[in-house]
Antibody
């Protein structure tokens, strides 16, 4: 059974940093690109970042480029999202998700979310 | 910029009756491989999204056959032939094919 367990969400002040993690199991990790998406009352569902199965290619939404960094550890079946220079607009539920490497259908499976709140 | 517009935003339905949700991209969707990458997702209350349909009309594994997708160009539709209580939630369309994926604003399916 596929499992994606996200963690690390917290209440943060603007300008702060936070690291989200996602532990994966139940599938061959390296054959899937991993991704983060978020859900906010204002913008609904929004894709944030993605990383290839080998970890050699990363992609970011314009809204987070230069502030967020996605990474993965294929020896531990985990992915992470380092979030810097947080703003109130980054508030939302962050989902860990995945899609088969090379697929353009995206979001084959979503894990549970973790809540990030940015507020002064 | 491309926008995925869903309608209606709220859809009250009677159990056992059909339901239909529309998704209209602001421009015709094109991709390099000639596939049309429109997906539909279901988000039940308190749960994460789950993909139901990919590439317009392909049902994901385990998705009941009362769900169907259709469309082309700038007009796509998700249909539920007979709504069941477990279908309550928010439905999103999404343009895939190229990053960034773009979601519609969601349609809330609720029981009358």
């Amino acid at each position: 059974e596929v499992q994606l367990l996200a963690s690390g969400g917290d209440l943060m002040q603007p300008g702060g940093s936070l690291r989200l993690s996602c532990a994966a199991s139940g599938f061959t990790f390296t054959t899937y690109a991993m991704t983060w998406a978020r859900q906010t009352p204002e913008n609904g569902l929004e894709w944030v970042a993605a990383i290839s199965g080998a970890g050699d290619r990363t992609y970011y939404a314009d809204s987070v480029k230069g502030r967020f960094t996605i990474s993965r550890d294929n020896s531990k079946n985990t992915q992470s999202l380092q979030m810097n220079s947080l703003t109130v607009e980054d508030t939302g539920v962050y989902y860990c998700a995945m899609w088969r490497e090379g697929s353009h259908d995206y979001f084959d499976y979503w894990g549970q979310g973790t809540l990030v709140t940015v507020s002064s | 910029d491309l926008v995925m517009t869903q309608s209606p935003l709220s859809l009250p339905v009677t159990l056992g009756q059909p339901a239909s949700i529309s998704c209209r991209p602001s421009q015709r969707l094109v991709s390099r491989d000639e596939n049309t990458y429109v997906s539909w997702f279901q988000q039940r209350p308190g749960q994460s999204p789950r993909r139901l349909i990919y590439r317009v009309s392909n049902r994901d594994s385990g998705v009941p056959d009362r769900f169907s997708g259709s469309g082309s160009g700038t007009d796509f539709t998700l249909k539920i032939s007979r709504v069941e209580a477990e279908d309550i939630g928010i439905y999103y369309c999404m343009r895939g094919g190229i990053l960034p994926p773009l979601f519609g604003q969601g349609t809330k399916l609720e029981i009358k």
